[in-house]
Nanobody, 128 residues
Framework: QVQLVESGGGLVQPGGSLRLSCAASERTTSNAMGWFRQAPGKEREFVATISRQGSISYYADSVKGRFTISRDNVKNTVYLQMNSLKPEDTAVYYC??????????????????????WGQGTQVTVSS
């Protein structure tokens, strides 16, 4: 069982930046990886996914141009660089590892259905 541990969340002012990290307990080179988020009273939503080798990534329209997903397969870590943060980005952010046959695209399209492992989540609050 793969353990995913997120870090890097916190309180930031609008326009600020944060970098989330997700450390896996074992190799995840056979898994597409991603980030999802859930705001209070809302359903969980897709944020970004990245392919096994990191060559392909997808973003929600709401974060495109502001967020960047990346991965370091040597460190078994996935990152989410978040710039120009807005109050509507406030949510709990979850790291996700896809099932063996899932791709970054199918993880995006399935809204998390093809996720095999979830992290515990890290709170991001954007407020002045």
């Amino acid at each position: 069982q793969v353990q995913l541990v997120e870090s890097g969340g916190g309180l930031v002012q609008p326009g600020g930046s944060l970098r989330l990290s997700c450390a896996a307990s074992e190799r995840t080179t056979s898994n597409a990886m991603g980030w999802f988020r859930q705001a209070p009273g809302k359903e969980r939503e897709f944020v970004a996914t990245i392919s096994r080798q990191g060559s392909i990534s997808y973003y929600a329209d709401s974060v495109k141009g502001r967020f960047t997903i990346s991965r370091d397969n040597v460190k078994n870590t996935v990152y989410l660089q978040m710039n120009s943060l807005k109050p509507e980005d406030t949510a709990v952010y979850y790291c996700a590892a896809g099932e063996n046959m899932a791709t970054a695209q199918s993880m995006r399209d399935s809204r998390g259905l093809y996720v095999e492992y979830w992290g515990q989540g890290t709170q991001v609050t954007v407020s002045s």
